[in-house]
Structures are given as structure tokens and as C-alpha cells.
């Protein structure tokens, strides 16, 4: 089955640069053939670190996981297609890694995956309920509210308010 797979790439990578060929000819196909390979490698870059960046918003919680993974393995799909040889697998690798392609291509293979193997657990931190505002400088100070103040033990100084011995757990 592998080597009739492998003869039925060949037979269509060679008709398919046959056929440029002879429409525009040789070396221009060749020309063609080097172009799409040097643009998805200069793609391949750029896309990479938006998946990445998607990995990691994927993990703040900010987008599905399922589609960071899908954005990751058509880059990675793309990214194979363009190092083998041949003018189809190197177009259809720069369709894979092109952004507007990905995004047509995304929610396909988000609900495909999602049939197949159901949804992906989220690693996303849990929203957090107890936030302070302070309203006169506006600014969000997160943290939480202890109804039992600190005394440091210096001598000479005043307890601090609710401190002391009758008070004071940890004494």
C-alpha cells in the first residue's frame, strides 16, 4: 500500500510540473516550483510564532484549546508538505500555512476532532472572584481581605489595632 501511495505522488507531481511546463515552460516551472518553496519557507517563520503565541493564549484560557491545536497542526502539515518535493505538495503546504486558508480550514478540523475525539480539557487559570478595586486611583489590586492584622513584636511601639493577647491567635 506505502508504494503504491508513493508511485501515485510521484505520477501526479511529475504530470503536474509536466503540464506548467509546457504551458509556461521549463525553466519557468522550475522558477515557479523554487518560488512557492522559498515563500512558504519565509511563511513558515511568521506562522510558527503565531502558533506559539496561540499555545500560550490557549493556556491563559483567552482561546479553545482545540483551536490552537488545529491553528498547530495545519502549520505543522504545511510545514512538512513544503519540505517534500514537488510542486502540488508545496502548493498545498503554502495553502496550509497561508492565514486566510487556516482560518477556513480551522473550524473543520476543530469539530472533526472534536467528533472524533471529544472536547480537549481547558488548562486555563479559573477566573478569579475576589478582586479589590480601589475607585480613587482606579487601579485592580488582586489579593484577598484578612480581618486580623500583623504585629511585629518590636518593643516600645503601639500594638497594631486588633492585635494583642486576647486577640491574637498566634501568640
Not at 508545496?90 to 480551522?106: E, N, Y
Request: aromatic residues 8%; hydrophobic residues 50%; without cysteine.
Amino acid at each position: 500500500m506505502t508504494a503504491l501511495l508513493f508511485v501515485l505522488y510521484a505520477v501526479v507531481e511529475i504530470a503536474a510540473f509536466v503540464g506548467l511546463a509546457q504551458l509556461i515552460g521549463a525553466g519557468w516551472a522550475l522558477l515557479v516550483l523554487l518560488a512557492v518553496s522559498g515563500a512558504g519557507l519565509l511563511l513558515l517563520g511568521a506562522q510558527g510564532r503565531r502558533v506559539f503565541d496561540r499555545f500560550r493564549r490557549a493556556a491563559r484560557g483567552e482561546v479553545t484549546a482545540e483551536s490552537a491545536v488545529a491553528d498547530g497542526l495545519l502549520v505543522g502539515v504545511g510545514s512538512v508538505l513544503l519540505f517534500v518535493p514537488g510542486l502540488v505538495t508545496g502548493v498545498v503546504g503554502l495553502l496550509a500555512l497561508f492565514p486566510p486558508t487556516r482560518a477556513l480550514l480551522r473550524p473543520v478540523l476543530e469539530k472533526l476532532s472534536t467528533r472524533r475525539f471529544g472536547p480537549l480539557p481547558t488548562f486555563g487559570p479559573a477566573p478569579y472572584r475576589g478582586v479589590v478595586v480601589d475607585a480613587d486611583s482606579g487601579d485592580v489590586v488582586d489579593g484577598v481581605v484578612v480581618g486580623q492584622w500583623y504585629d511585629d513584636g518590636h518593643v516600645g511601639t503601639k500594638p497594631a489595632l486588633g492585635s494583642g493577647p486576647a486577640t491574637d491567635p498566634w501568640r
